[in-house]
């Protein structure tokens, strides 16, 4: 085999390894616990997407369609959380940040779910009011949001 062939098949094959690697499927969950671990590799495909979006070439991420992959990842996400929070695996905390210094106070707060490894996901409310926040997390876990945030 010539050289050129051995790279066009090593290329492919690599290609090939990459998009198995990207857009892999997962099995539908029947448990609020495994519609969790779903949650968590649909969090991880997400952030495997927007990667490889951020650093192969356009021309690359425009032939396999990364952007739109991005979007439906997004919103699978989306769609998965909010599933959760209607079951009550999840529950949405609103919080409104008062002091001046909101940055500290979301760092605070991401470093209480940290310390405790517990999942949590941050959002700007939709609301008209400023410095307003909404928190996906565990009910046993509600309570860091307010303790962080005072």
Not at 26 to 45: F, G, K, N, V
Not at 59 to 70: A, K, M, S
Request: hydrophobic share 40%; with cysteine.
């Amino acid at each position: 085999m010539s050289k050129p062939k051995i790279r066009l098949v090593v290329a492919t094959s690599l290609v090939v390894l990459l998009g198995l690697w990207l857009f892999r499927a997962t099995p539908s969950p029947s448990t609020d616990e495994a519609r969790y671990m779903h949650l968590r590799r649909t969090s991880q495909s997400f952030g495997r997407i927007a990667f490889a979006n951020q650093f192969l070439p356009r021309r690359v991420v425009r032939g396999f369609h990364l952007d739109d992959r991005e979007a439906k990842y997004r919103q699978r996400y989306l769609a998965e959380e909010a599933a959760l929070v209607a079951s009550g695996y999840f529950v949405e905390v609103s919080i409104t940040i008062t002091n001046p210094s909101v940055q500290q106070a979301l760092n605070r707060m991401a470093k209480a779910f940290q310390d405790t490894r517990a999942f949590y996901d941050l959002r700007a409310s939709t609301s008209t009011l400023p410095n307003q926040f909404v928190v996906t997390c565990h009910p046993e876990h509600a309570a860091l949001c307010e303790k962080a945030t005072n």
